[in-house]
């Protein structure tokens, strides 16, 4: 998944109290905001001596990002960082220019997968492996899940950093007591449940198709649960033919039994996921489930009436297929946000910003302002902060979901190529509309492997 819109970056904000302002801040389209100087004394400090870092303006995650680089260059003086920030889109842009050119700020902000694969193949970014098995009390304070999207054949090239956002199977309780059913505890109770919703009149599952990347949750744990992550890690790893594995064509296969067991809400593929309809599909009582960010537990709190706050919402990772391969405790979703460093930067340059992943990247101070926009920080322990939020249970079940698993995958849109993304979530639309089969799906993805 993209996260571009508020209701995708900024989970949980609205129900842990930050301002609606604050979370539409997102929408904005203005470019980059030097702010930097203000830390440092402007060009006080020798060039020498001072990294460069970019990152999102977004709030409240700016107010974050700032305070944090604010707190570092107060207490190293001797080596400092300037910022600058800049709306999604327009940093995407620059970014991107930035580093072709070989003028990559020292720090640079991501989403990991596919986009630092393409930095690493191009020699843009540290090995940051050596860093990391000399300084193992840093790593090992991290979700391990975290790294996955960090590494590259291997070798890690960016530290993990900031909150993690699981996708997570939502149901409706006064919806299931009114059928007389029960959470489902495997993909054969779930195809089990689709005509008694269907008999009372209720959708099944709520899903924004028009989106897309929401349709992709579905294969995301399909494939997961069946072959383990390792059939999409081949993928990833652009082995030859990989999509061809017997594990996908399963996937594949079972979820279009799905969609002809109607096992969707009509006419989901006109339905967006960032209008929310989905989710008002879901609290209405109109859809009895839905596969969906942990991102929508903020809004649904907020638009859903009780629906939060009577306790109506249940909530559960996805469950195991029936003789499949995958660990039931993985899950699917954004494992983290990641922080490279050019490697076109001075010895100075990355030497400070080597210090500051080992000090201010999710220290104590930093993790409890994470925390405090409502969303988990990637650090083990980091649910000690969550006792006296009204969402405590939601928030330690995430916590639980994150730091349990054995895997983490990175969502598939963004762990590929832009060009494979597009693809694929064609595709994918196509998958769920039955207008290819699992087959050509298949052969359309093998072709794209690698690019």
Not at 97 to 120: C, D, E, F
Not at 158 to 168: G, L, N
Not at 307 to 320: C, D, E, I, Q, R
Not at 381 to 409: Q, R
Request: net charge negative; hydrophobic share 40%.
């Amino acid at each position: 998944m993209e996260p571009t819109t508020p209701s995708r970056r900024t989970f949980l904000t609205l129900s842990m109290g930050i301002p609606l302002g604050a979370a539409l801040a997102a929408c904005g389209t203005s470019g980059p905001t030097p702010a930097g100087g203000g830390a440092t004394g402007g060009n006080a400090a020798s060039a020498k001596n001072t990294a460069t870092y970019w990152f999102l303006s977004v709030q409240p995650q700016e107010g974050v990002r700032t305070r944090a680089v604010e707190r570092f260059n107060k207490a190293n003086p001797s080596g400092q960082i300037t910022f600058t920030t800049m709306q999604n889109d327009a940093y995407k842009t620059k970014i991107k220019t930035a580093i072709g050119a070989g003028q990559a700020p020292t720090i640079i902000w991501g989403w990991g997968g596919g986009t630092l694969r393409t930095y690493v193949q191009a020699g843009q970014v540290e090995d940051l492996t050596p860093w990391f098995e000399q300084n193992p009390a840093v790593k090992d304070r991290l979700f391990a899940s975290s790294f996955g999207a960090a590494t590259i054949d291997g070798k890690i090239y960016a530290m993990p950093a900031e909150t993690m956002q699981p996708i997570v199977l939502y149901y409706n309780k006064k919806v299931f007591d009114q059928v007389g059913v029960r959470p489902p505890e495997s993909w054969g109770d779930i195809m089990a449940l689709v005509p008694k919703f269907n008999a009372a009149g209720i959708a099944p599952f709520s899903l924004g198709g028009q989106s897309r990347w929401t349709n992709m949750m579905w294969l995301e744990f399909l494939f997961d649960r069946i072959g383990g992550p390792e059939v999409f890690q081949a993928v990833f790893d652009a082995k030859k033919d990989a999509w061809s594995h017997p594990a996908a064509l399963d996937a594949l296969t079972k979820l279009q039994d799905l969609v002809k067991a109607d096992g969707f809400i009509k006419g989901f593929s006109s339905i967006t996921a960032d209008s929310n309809a989905d989710q008002a599909l879901l609290y209405t009582g109109k859809a009895a489930m839905m596969l969906h960010g942990g991102w929508t537990y903020g809004s649904m709190s907020t638009d859903g009436g009780d629906f939060v706050s009577g306790g109506h919402l249940g909530y559960m990772n996805f469950p195991p297929v029936e003789g499949g391969k995958g660990d039931p405790s993985n899950t699917v979703g954004n494992p983290g946000q990641y922080l490279s460093i050019s490697s076109k930067a001075t010895p100075e340059q990355k030497e400070i910003a080597k210090r500051f992943f080992a000090t201010a990247v999710l220290n104590d101070e930093d993790v409890k302002e994470w925390a405090g926009t409502g969303a988990v920080p990637i650090v083990n322990g980091a649910d000690s902060a969550f006792a006296t939020s009204k969402d405590a249970d939601f928030l330690t079940f995430v916590y639980g979901i994150a730091s349990n698993a054995t895997s983490f995958a990175q969502s598939w849109d963004q762990a590929l190529s832009p060009t494979a993304a597009e693809v694929l979530l064609d595709n994918i639309a196509k998958l769920f509309q039955l207008s290819i089969t699992p087959q050509q799906f298949v052969s359309n993805m093998n072709a794209v492997i690698g690019s």
